[in-house]
């Protein structure tokens, strides 16, 4: 199965930005849709942005739409997901996921570990 691996989480003040990457082994990265996801302790798992296999449609969650974005470079089967004007309330642990794409998202299939973002306020 495919294995996910997120990087490029750190600490950083309000205003900061941050390029979170999400590297994949296998041979078919390609053929599924990609999404970031994030929680805090006590919350429920929280979609923030998702593309398509080739790379089109991306969709974002009101909270961070013309802030982030999200793409990928399937020769490198790497999702990333840029972070501008951070907020403290963009504090979390950050999942890369891939499945098959649904309206307004994915069906996840595959997770990695996940990658800690914490802002400052």
């Known amino acids: 199965q495919m294995q996910l691996l997120e990087s490029g989480g750190g600490l950083v003040q309000t205003g900061d930005s941050l390029r979170l990457s999400c590297a994949a082994s296998g041979r078919f990265f390609h053929a599924y849709s990609a999404a970031w996801f994030r929680q805090v302790p006590g919350k429920e798992r929280e979609f923030v942005a998702s593309i398509s296999y080739t790379g089109g449609s991306p969709y974002y969650a009101d909270s961070v739409k013309d802030r982030f974005t999200i793409s990928r470079d399937n020769a490198k089967n790497t999702v990333y997901l840029q972070m501008d004007d951070l907020k403290a309330e963009d504090t979390g642990v950050y999942y890369c996921?891939?499945?098959?794409?649904?309206?307004?998202?994915?069906?996840?299939?595959?997770w990695g570990q996940g990658t800690q973002v914490t802002v400052s306020s």
């Open positions: 996921a891939t499945g098959p794409k649904k309206v307004g998202g994915i069906n996840p299939r595959y």
